[in-house]
């Protein structure tokens, strides 16, 4: 009963830090009021010290069970940052099939060798590398991209694919110039045309 009063002022001060319209600065002095007239009506009513007491229980049972899960999770952490370390944390590895080109005259025009051919999951173009199922960075992709694929080989191009990669193959040569370029050009930019 002789905490009524402090009950009361508790609770207006922890209403008036909810009003959207309250300064924030006169927000947070609500709250603080409220706690203090909260720890002054237990004190009156002589609940403090046990609440006290249950509050740091109640703490220091939050604190160990932090304490064991950041126990828990150091090995996996450690792990993380050694990866990091050496450059594979957070490398995307993606299963791709892996073909080597059939030997027709069709192929074998476009000089390529003994090369796989794989359709990049991350651009749907083909890629060639040379055999060995490891892992590749794609073309497509550079060093800080973490995107990564695992060559499997699947065998021989399938014929659906070989179109396509034809084409795709034929199209990344070199073109020739037909025609040159207008005399007014400086021979520097004649020399970058030669190239396209």
């Not at 476009?110 to 051919?117: F, I």
């Not at 083909?126 to 055999?131: C, E, Q, W």
């Amino acid at each position: 009963m002789r905490g009524k009063a402090a009950w009361a002022c508790s609770a207006r001060a922890f209403a008036a830090s909810q009003n959207p319209r309250l300064p924030r600065l006169l927000a947070h002095a609500c709250v603080r009021a409220g706690v203090v007239c909260f720890w002054t009506a237990l004190a009156l009513e002589g609940r403090a010290v046990a609440a006290w007491h249950e509050q740091n229980a109640a703490n220091s049972r939050l604190i160990a069970s932090a304490r064991h899960r950041q126990a828990a999770e150091a090995p996996r952490r450690w792990a993380e940052r050694m990866k990091q370390w050496l450059g594979l944390g957070g490398v995307q590895w993606v299963a791709v099939p892996a073909w080597s080109l059939p030997d027709s005259p069709k192929m074998r025009s476009l000089g390529l060798g003994r090369m796989w051919a794989v359709l990049c999951p991350f651009c749907n173009e083909f890629h060639t590398h040379s055999p060995g199922e490891v892992g590749r960075t794609p073309h497509c992709c550079d060093e800080h991209d973490r995107r990564r694929y695992q060559l499997e080989f699947a065998g021989l191009l399938p014929v659906e694919h070989r179109t396509r990669f034809y084409r795709s193959s034929k199209s990344g040569l070199p073109r020739l110039l037909h025609h040159w370029p207008e005399t007014g050009l400086h021979r520097s930019e004649a020399i970058g045309l030669l190239a396209a």
